[in-house]
C-alpha cells in the first residue's frame, strides 16, 4: 500500500524493489491498481520479475489499471475499495503515503492484520499497536523480506 504520489524521493525505487522482491520470492502482489505512485512502482516491479499482479480499482473501468497489472478488480466502490486491499491481503505493507495509505493502515489494524511499514512515520498513534506486536517499522529491504517470510512461516505467530 502507498501514496498514488511519491512522498520522498526514494519511495519510487523503493516500492518498485519491493515489487520485485515479491516477485522473486513466488508471492502475488495486490494494490490499488492505478497507473501511478507506489501502485504503479510496485506492479512494474513485480511485473517485470515474472510476478503476479492484482489490482483493485475503486472504479468500474477496467482500462484505469496499471499496464502492470495482470488481474485488475473493478469495483466502482472508490475509497470503500480499500476494505477489499486489506482484507484479501496476507501482509500488509505500506509505504509513505496520505489519507488514502493511512486508511488502509487503520482498516488493517481494525481487522487484526499485521503490518509492517516501510520506511514510513505515521507519528505516535500507532505505538499501542507497535507494543501489541501488530506494527512493524522496517527501513531495509533484506529486514523487509526476512519479516514477510517469518510471517508468512509462522501464520503471523511471532
Given at each position: 500500500m502507498g501514496g498514488?504520489?511519491?512522498v520522498n524521493p526514494d519511495d519510487e525505487k523503493y516500492a518498485y524493489l519491493i515489487g520485485k522482491m515479491i516477485a522473486k520470492e513466488g508471492w502475488v502482489l495486490l494494490n490499488g491498481g492505478r497507473p501511478s505512485g507506489v501502485m504503479e512502482s510496485s506492479a512494474k516491479g513485480a511485473?517485470?520479475?515474472g510476478g503476479i499482479t492484482v489490482g483493485i480499482l475503486p472504479t468500474d473501468q477496467?482500462?484505469?489499471?496499471?499496464?502492470?497489472i495482470d488481474i485488475p478488480i473493478v469495483t466502482g466502490m472508490g475509497f470503500a475499495r480499500n476494505v477489499i486491499n486489506i482484507l484479501s491481503s496476507d501482509i500488509i505493507v505500506a509505504l509513505p503515503g496520505s489519507a488514502g495509505t493511512i486508511s488502509e493502515i487503520a482498516l488493517a489494524l481494525?481487522?487484526?492484520k499485521k503490518v509492517i511499514l516501510f520506511r514510513f512515520d505515521v507519528g505516535l498513534w500507532i505505538k499501542d499497536y507497535q507494543d501489541r506486536g501488530q506494527v512493524f517499522?522496517?527501513?531495509?529491504l533484506e529486514q523487509l523480506r526476512k519479516l514477510m517470510r517469518k510471517m508468512l512461516n509462522n501464520h503471523f505467530h511471532l
Amino acid at each position: 500500500m502507498g501514496g498514488s504520489k511519491f512522498v520522498n524521493p526514494d519511495d519510487e525505487k523503493y516500492a518498485y524493489l519491493i515489487g520485485k522482491m515479491i516477485a522473486k520470492e513466488g508471492w502475488v502482489l495486490l494494490n490499488g491498481g492505478r497507473p501511478s505512485g507506489v501502485m504503479e512502482s510496485s506492479a512494474k516491479g513485480a511485473k517485470e520479475n515474472g510476478g503476479i499482479t492484482v489490482g483493485i480499482l475503486p472504479t468500474d473501468q477496467s482500462d484505469w489499471a496499471s499496464p502492470y497489472i495482470d488481474i485488475p478488480i473493478v469495483t466502482g466502490m472508490g475509497f470503500a475499495r480499500n476494505v477489499i486491499n486489506i482484507l484479501s491481503s496476507d501482509i500488509i505493507v505500506a509505504l509513505p503515503g496520505s489519507a488514502g495509505t493511512i486508511s488502509e493502515i487503520a482498516l488493517a489494524l481494525n481487522h487484526g492484520k499485521k503490518v509492517i511499514l516501510f520506511r514510513f512515520d505515521v507519528g505516535l498513534w500507532i505505538k499501542d499497536y507497535q507494543d501489541r506486536g501488530q506494527v512493524f517499522f522496517v527501513d531495509k529491504l533484506e529486514q523487509l523480506r526476512k519479516l514477510m517470510r517469518k510471517m508468512l512461516n509462522n501464520h503471523f505467530h511471532l
